[in-house]
């Protein structure tokens, strides 16, 4: 029996978000808010972040995920469900949410000046932040958890509560303009929290 392809959704029609990822990212945690906020209608941008690896990066080698997972993707085309972009194209006032994945790219992302950068002018301008696992380590070094409630993974609650944060372990937590939550069994709840704060 042929399947039946549901076409996409309108809840997040003219939004735009951008996901940012280095080296060794949770492969599940770009994968699945892609194809999720995509099939709401929203316009994805995926942005690679080379520096912040190793000193000596081999040659050509792509973004890659923990699990395998190139960037750009060689089982997704470019301009369909996404658009490859760098971090110097993204305008935090042309973008309604930032999206920062976890795995071991926070790590290498907190300390590029130009990201930290980017993650406060979102922030300046209200602009939804969103990031999971070890993705809060980047808002942690970006400087805006302070007095906010927020969730991550086990291994970064000393760090979020010696930042000024108020950890609280539930799946997904939004406070403001910043939604967090703690690992890939926790996505569904992450993405519903970011696509009803997107659709309002």
Do not use: W
Not at 138 to 159: F, H, N, P, Q
Not at 164 to 172: F, R, S
């Amino acid at each position: 029996m042929p399947v039946k392809r549901v076409g996409p959704g309108e809840r997040l029609k003219g939004r735009r978000v951008a996901i940012i990822a280095a080296n060794e990212f949770e492969d599940i945690e770009l994968l699945y808010p892609l194809i999720r906020l995509s099939e709401e209608g929203a316009e994805v941008a995926v942005v690679p972040i080379m520096r912040g690896s190793h000193p000596r990066p081999v040659a050509q080698k792509p973004v890659t995920g923990r699990y395998g997972t190139p960037i750009p993707f060689g089982f997704l085309r470019d301009g369909e469900r996404h658009v490859i972009m760098k971090l110097d194209e993204i305008d935090p006032k042309e973008f309604d949410a930032l999206i920062i994945p976890g795995g071991f790219s926070p790590d290498r992302l907190r300390v590029i000046p130009e990201v930290l950068k980017l993650v406060r002018e979102f922030h300046e301008e209200g602009k939804l932040i969103a990031a999971i696992c070890h993705g809060p380590q980047v808002l942690i070094s970006a400087g805006i958890v302070k007095g906010r409630r927020m969730t991550c993974y086990e291994a970064v609650k000393d760090d979020l509560v010696n930042a000024g944060a108020i950890y609280v372990d539930e799946p997904a937590v939004k406070d403001g303009n910043i939604i967090t939550a703690r690992v890939p069994d926790d996505l569904p709840e992450f993405c519903r929290l970011i696509i009803d704060s997107l659709s309002r």
